[in-house]
């Protein structure tokens, strides 16, 4: 089992920046990618950035260049820093963390960002 409690959301004004914490514990050991998603009001939940135990990261087209995922050697955190951040990044977002034995993965309860001046 793994738990996940993401941190660092608020409220900032367009072309702000805000960085999300994402703690893991539990079984640890056996995370391999770790990743953050968003769910906006109304929308499906979608995938914001990935990044696998090597250190590969994957971003989706609309935050490419403005977001950046991250993950300590301990396997203990994730961020993202979320820069030049839009009125349309308003979202929950969500940190998930999957295992060779949960490929379906671990989510977070999610921290709300919302962007407006």
């Known amino acids: 089992q793994v738990q996940l409690v993401e941190s660092g959301g608020g409220l900032v004004q367009p072309g702000g920046s805000l960085r999300l914490s994402c703690a893991a514990s539990g079984s640890i050991f056996s995370i391999n990618t770790m990743g953050w998603y968003r769910q906006a009001p109304g929308r499906q939940r979608e995938l914001v950035a990935t990044?696998?135990?090597?250190?590969?990261?994957m971003y989706a087209d609309s935050v490419k260049g403005r977001f950046t995922i991250s993950r300590d050697n301990t396997k203990k955190w994730a961020y993202l820093q979320m820069n030049t951040l839009k009125p349309e990044d308003t979202a929950v977002y969500y940190c998930?963390?999957?295992?060779?034995?949960?490929?379906?993965?671990?989510w977070g309860q999610g921290t709300q960002v919302t962007v407006s001046s």
């Open positions: 998930k963390a999957t295992t060779p034995s949960h490929p379906l993965g671990y």
């Open positions: 990044i696998t135990g090597g250190g590969f990261t």
